[in-house]
């Protein structure tokens, strides 16, 4: 089981901006180890987010994303109190889902 | 007997057909694929805009990219990919000298701004790009170059 | 017509100075605007979490946490411990910097082999625990100043030990840390290098690490960056948690008296 997101979720006006940081390798495929062998492709692939369980954001990526992302978006609409979770999926299939409150 | 798998699978086929031919809607992409591969394959602009079904692109200053001049190190570069516009669907980060150009496709749903920021590796000095697909076919973008240095003692 | 071609020619010369000289001012504020892009979203803050998770989860062969491991400022007192950092300890009669206090109250605490744990490479099991753990603590300082206590002999003979190794050439390339690190305004490439031998200022030097290193992806103690000093300078590394590390530790940390940490921070 992946280690936890930090998930900060800020309402200012009519919004909120939320800012993730996930723990993830992130591995290319491209790289090679002290051995010569390739180091497998490991890389989130889907990015979800939900405002109080209705869905808000998706995403694709790469693995062209850094190691450990960090992901900044902003939801209409949230507002202190509103819960928002963020879910990623990787290529081998696990996924992680963490909340956050909107402060 | 039709099962629900039988179905599924016709439609998948559907969907990948019209995948080909650039007729399905961003949306239901997603749901066939959950990922597609064939965009985060491509090795240019074009060849992404052509597995994503879009039009060919054009520099706009509605589109803004934003990114640091220097890099210290390529491992983490942070770019952000914005748009006032209305009407956007989709919001794309490239760099265009990386082995494969699409770093990431965020869906612009009604409920988030067209405003994202993350960071992405760089094996090289290179253009990276932000590139909005809009609902009316057109695709807008905006460049900005980003140098990559090796720093310190060269790690 | 000579003295035309001259005068175009030193005005070529001036301009591509000119153009030089903008070219270094504005890599010196590109690299501070890439830093400052980076600051909001330290990956760092992964590590802290973990950090304060096995600081209070029971672990190892007596099942205990390490909630009651006194770093300097009483037992379980985490806030305020990293900036007084290394000192005296009366109960193991020696001084220590934060991961060889780590190490011995785990020992201590949790029987968690404190040797194991020296001989484990960085990055890799309980290195991989302790790398949270620091992130963890220095986090709880962040903001203070630094103020390291010297009032115990060991401490302040710590300080001359350390003093005398951060001069000590040695290698097969005569380097001493003081190479790098005696003197103002050295750099290399595009990193400025901070003058250890005094204060360099809020967040500088000493008062940076523990750092999340974006090269890596990895979180770096000031134990790792030390043995990657060592690295750099074709010496051989003394050891994790050695004296000498620990000597070093104390001299830039009190030369550091007064400066802010911002620790853990995101470095290259």
């Known amino acids: 089981m992946a280690d936890p997101m930090r998930i900060r979720a800020q309402a200012s006006g009519d919004k909120a901006t939320v800012r993730v940081l996930m723990a993830h390798e992130m591995e290319t495929g491209q790289r090679k180890d002290a051995a010569g062998k390739v180091i497998p492709a490991w890389y989130i692939q889907q990015v979800h987010a939900k405002l109080n369980g209705k869905d808000v954001l998706s995403a694709q990526w790469g693995p062209a994303v850094a190691k450990n992302p960090f992901l900044q978006f902003m939801i209409k609409g949230a507002k202190a109190g509103d819960k928002v979770s963020v879910s990623w999926v990787d290529n081998r299939g696990d996924t992680r889902t963490d909340e956050a409150v909107v402060t | ?155 | 017509m000579m003295r035309i071609l001259w005068a175009g020619a030193a005005a070529a010369i001036a301009a591509s100075s000119a153009l030089v000289w903008a070219q270094q001012k504005s890599s010196a504020e590109g690299i501070a605007e890439y830093r400052a892009m980076l600051a909001d979203g330290n990956p760092a803050e992964l590590f802290e979490a973990k950090g304060e998770a096995l600081w209070k989860t029971k672990r190892g062969p007596k099942n205990a946490s390490l909630e009651t491991c006194d770093l300097g400022k009483g037992p379980g007192v985490v806030r305020g411990a990293f900036v007084e950092l290394p000192r005296y300890f009366a109960d193991t009669g020696r001084v220590q910097d934060l991961e060889s206090r780590l190490l011995s109250c785990s020992e201590t605490l949790q029987g968690i082999s404190a040797a194991e744990t020296a001989a484990t490479p960085f990055g890799r099991g309980e290195q991989s625990n302790i790398e949270a753990l620091v992130a963890y603590i220095s986090a709880a300082s962040r903001g203070m100043k630094f103020s390291l206590p010297q009032g115990n002999p060991e401490e302040r003979k710590m300080y001359e030990l350390g003093k005398r190794a951060f001069f000590y050439r040695a290698g097969s390339h005569g380097f001493a840390c003081a190479s790098c690190h005696g003197d103002a305004g050295k750099r290399i490439r595009l990193q400025d290098l901070p003058e250890l031998t005094k204060n360099p200022g809020d967040g500088v030097g000493f008062a940076a690490w523990p750092a999340y290193r974006v090269s890596s992806g990895e979180l770096w103690g000031m134990q790792r960056r030390l043995n990657d000093c060592y690295r750099q300078q074709r010496f051989p590394y003394p050891g994790y948690g050695s004296e000498v590390t620990i000597a070093l530790g104390v001299y830039m940390g009190v030369n550091a008296k007064g400066a802010e940490s911002v620790a853990p921070s995101i470095k290259r």
């Open chain 2, 1 to 155: 007997m039709h099962t629900r798998r039988q179905a599924l699978s016709a439609s998948a086929k559907l969907a990948l057909l019209l995948l080909g031919a650039g007729v399905l809607p961003a949306v239901a992409q997603a749901q066939a694929s959950g990922f597609n591969q064939t965009a985060f394959d491509a090795k240019s602009l074009a060849e992404v805009m052509k597995a994503l079904g879009g039009a060919a692109p054009a520099a706009s200053s509605d589109v803004t990219v934003s990114a640091p001049d220097i890099a210290e190190n390529g491992a983490v570069v942070p770019v952000g990919a914005s748009t006032a516009l209305a009407g956007v669907k989709r919001l794309l980060v490239l760099v265009e000298k990386n082995p494969a150009a699409l770093s990431a496709i965020f869906e612009v749903g009604e409920m988030v701004d067209a405003n994202f920021s993350t960071r992405v590796k760089m094996g090289q000095s290179s253009d990276v790009y932000a590139v909005a697909m809009m609902s009316d076919g057109r695709v807008l973008y905006a460049k900005k170059e980003v140098k990559v240095t090796l720093g310190g003692c060269g790690g």
